[in-house]
């Protein structure tokens, strides 16, 4: 094989490789963008549960937090909460529990921290109010009184 066929070779095998990345890059941004990582899905998948299961569990994993400082393991989360995550490209959800301070009502937040954009949902008692500043970053939609869905912009 001479030197000439060799670089032909491997031009036609990096150019391929390039086209493959590129391909793999573009899916990767439409999951991200508009698949199933996407505000109105994940919207759809909330309004799944009754604003009453969402107020108890927040209230349960708050009440929990008091005494436990171990985050409530996913086999414990609540069917309406694990069908959420594991409809979900991703399997990077967590839980954290905000306990609340002079500036926080005490809420739950259960989110996706994505390459992208991060989501997820927070939850309080029905009084709890989430909201995003003038300058903000996060995208903010209430679904009932006290549950929020979230996502970066």
Known sequence: MTAERRKLILRV???LAAVVAAAFLFVVLLVNFWGLNSFDKMTDRVKQAT????HAWAAHAIERSKTNSDPIPRSEWPNFARRITTTDAVDNWEL????GDSNTA??????SLGGFQSIGVD???????ESEGPESSVAVKQIYPGVYVRRSR
Request: no cysteine; aromatic share 12%; charged share 10%.
């Open 13 to 15: 095998v990096l150019g």
């Open 106 to 111: 005490p809420h739950i937040m259960l989110f």
């Open 123 to 129: 939850v309080g008692s029905s009084s709890f109010v």
């Open 96 to 99: 954290h529990v905000e306990r």
């Open 51 to 54: 604003p009453e299961q969402w």
